[in-house]
Structure formats: C-alpha cells, structure tokens
C-alpha cells in the first residue's frame, strides 16, 4: 500500500505511542504500576512502520520494551494501561503486567521478559502459517533487540528460517544499549545487519528513527515473506530516550551529547516537517489528531486507576491452558 493512504494511521500511531511511555512512567513513578517497566519513547518509528503492513492474521513476538509493539499491532491502549497497573480489566486480566502483554486476537503474540525470545515465538508463527498455506496472509515478525542479537536462539532461528524459507522478518531494534552495555563494546560487528549473511538471507540496515526509511524497508521484507521467498534481518539503529527501565539513570553510561543528537532526528518531529513541507497533512490536522491521542491515553490512565484488581478467587485461573476451551477458535 502507498504510504500515502497510511499516513493519519502512522502520525495517530507515533503518538499513540509516545503519550503511552510518558503518562505510563508517571504513573509507574506514582507507584501505581505494578513492577518493572522499560519504557520505549524514542523508537517509535520502528514498530509503527513495521506494523503498518500487518494485520490481525500476521503474528508479532515482543519483548520487555513492548509497549510500543503492542500498540502499534492494535491493541487497545485502556487494557494495556490497566494491565500494567494489575488490574482486572488488563488484557491479561492483571496477571502479566508491562513484560507479558499478549492478545492473540490481535496477532500479538506475547511481550516477553527472556531476552531472545521473542525470535522462536515468531519463526514458530511462520512455520504454522506455511504448513497450513496461509503465508500470504500470515507471517511472523520477531522484535527484539542488539543485546539479544548475540543470543545464540537467533542465529538457530535464522538458519532454519532460511532453510525451510519461512515468512519470518527478525526486527533488531539497535537502540545502541543492552542495560548500561553499548553495543560499540558487546556486538562482534558494526552492523548487525551483517549476520544475515551467514544465514544466505538479505539484512538490510535501516534508518530506524525514519518512519518513512522503516516504512519502506519493511515493505520488501513483507513482501519477500508473503511470496514465499523466506526471512529478512533488519536492523533499526534507533535510541531509547529513557534509561533501560523506569529507575535506571541512563546519565551514569551515556553523555547528553549523544542524547540530544538522537533526539535532534525525532521521529514525530521529523515526520511533521516532512508531511507539511510536501502538503501532505496539514499542520491543523496533525494537532487536531496529536489532541485526540492525548486524550485517549488520559483516559487510558483513568480506566486503568478506577479499575478493580483481580479477585482473590480468580488466583489460580489462567495458570494453565485449557486447550478444549482456551485454544477453541486458535488460528
Ligand atoms: C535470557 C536473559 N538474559 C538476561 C536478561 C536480563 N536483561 C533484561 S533486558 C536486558 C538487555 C536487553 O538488551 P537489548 O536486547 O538490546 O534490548 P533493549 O533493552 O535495549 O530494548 C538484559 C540483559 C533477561 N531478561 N533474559
Ligand atoms: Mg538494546
């Protein structure tokens, strides 16, 4: 599809995302959200213009940083924002919290706090979708990040991905850091887009702070998999504006020099000048839109506090699956 017909979706979709981490670490710092929450601003570009391809019959794996992947694949903002408070009317009924967000309705297959494995979760998608023929309208994206392109779970991954040609596309989202590690120092190679090559798949290295750059490039690698040709490796070089979670004080391992000259190519920013400059949306719109996010996520967080908690009797539901009831319907 044109970019052109996405654009309202993906501008909507940046915010969406970027209103979220905000109002989200406010509220984990109010004490309000139940654990551990890595937030996202700052790579938006990257599942935004992935998921700009997808529908609820694609399959996403996701990671600790998975808000931004969740929203960007349609689930709703509310239950997510409840679930990360543990609350009852959470996607996960208040059990998973911001590291296992999942809705399979939605083709989302599972935040995930095990670094790596987001990777199997997404090939496992694939090989499903082309046992059962369904690769044109089913395929697999694994998000995950540089620290865990090191684990050796994506380089099996991608071998037997290029072997067995599975629509599969693997995300890397290089936000330069692994916790307080550069990738500079922990990453064997510059471009982790190299490693493809030794699995004989394209790896395409991938302005990821550029929604249009990741429109783009995820646009072939989609269409490599819908065709049956097998997997891509993109690498998104993107920052993470926050430290690794909500506690972390990212000033003890990076300079605001470098923050700020990622920052000065902001993808919401960047995409307003360019929409304007080429008439493409104009500036009224993007506020009356930018307003309208705003709102939606205020109420997220209202939906989120004034929700009840889990009953003490729904303890020990959902711990295992039931697959004559749970699965019924399963794709
Ligand atoms: C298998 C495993 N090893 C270590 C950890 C601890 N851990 C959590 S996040 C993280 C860093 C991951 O870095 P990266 O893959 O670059 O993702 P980012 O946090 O930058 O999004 C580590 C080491 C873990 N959760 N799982
Ligand atoms: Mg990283």
């Keep these: 599809m044109k970019i052109e017909n ?31 929450t890595h937030p996202s601003d700052g790579q938006e570009a990257v599942p935004t213009g992935i998921c700009a391809h997808l529908t609820e019959k694609d399959w996403i794996g996701s990671t600790h940083r998975g808000h931004g992947h969740c929203i960007a694949k349609g689930l709703e903002t509310k239950k997510m924002m409840a679930e990360i408070m543990g609350k009852f009317t959470g996607n996960c009924k208040g059990k998973g ?14 935040a995930n706090a095990i670094v790596g494995a987001s990777i199997p979760l997404a090939v496992g998608a694939a090989l499903t979708a082309k ?8 395929i697999g994206v694994a998000f995950f990040g540089d620290g865990a392109s090191s684990q050796g779970v994506l380089h099996e991954s991608m071998n037997l991905a290029s072997i067995w040609k599975l629509p599969v596309i693997f995300a890397c989202e290089n936000n330069q850091y692994a916790e307080a590690t550069p990738a500079w120092y922990a990453v064997s190679i510059d471009d982790i887009a190299d490693r493809a090559a030794s699995y004989n798949i394209p790896g395409v290295i991938v302005d990821g702070m550029d929604v249009f750059a990741v429109y783009d490039a995820a646009e072939q690698a989609v269409k490599r998999a819908r065709e049956g040709k097998g997997p891509t490796l993109l690498e998104l070089k993107t920052y993470r504006y926050h430290g690794h979670f909500h506690a972390d004080q990212p000033e003890k391992y990076r300079t605001s020099e470098e923050e700020n000259s990622w920052k000065k190519r902001d993808c919401i920013i960047n995409f307003e000048k360019r929409v304007i ?26 939906f989120g506090l004034s929700s009840p908690l889990p009953p003490e009797e729904t303890l020990y539901e959902d711990v295992y699956v039931n697959y004559s009831n749970d699965l019924r319907g399963f794709r």
């Excluded at 919290?97 to 599972?110: P, R, T």
């Design 277 to 302: 400059k080429q008439k493409l949306i104009d500036k009224k719109r993007l506020d009356a839109i930018k307003k309208k996010i705003q709102k939606e996520i205020e109420d997220a967080v209202e």
């Design 97 to 110: 919290g911001s590291m296992h967000i999942a809705d399979f309705s939605k083709g989302m297959l599972g």
């Design 131 to 138: 046992y059962q023929g369904k690769e044109k309208d089913s």
């Design 6 to 36: 996405k654009l309202e979706w993906i501008y909507e979709t940046l915010n969406r995302i970027r209103f979220f981490e905000e109002a989200m670490l406010e509220q984990t710092y109010k004490g309000n959200s139940m654990g551990v």
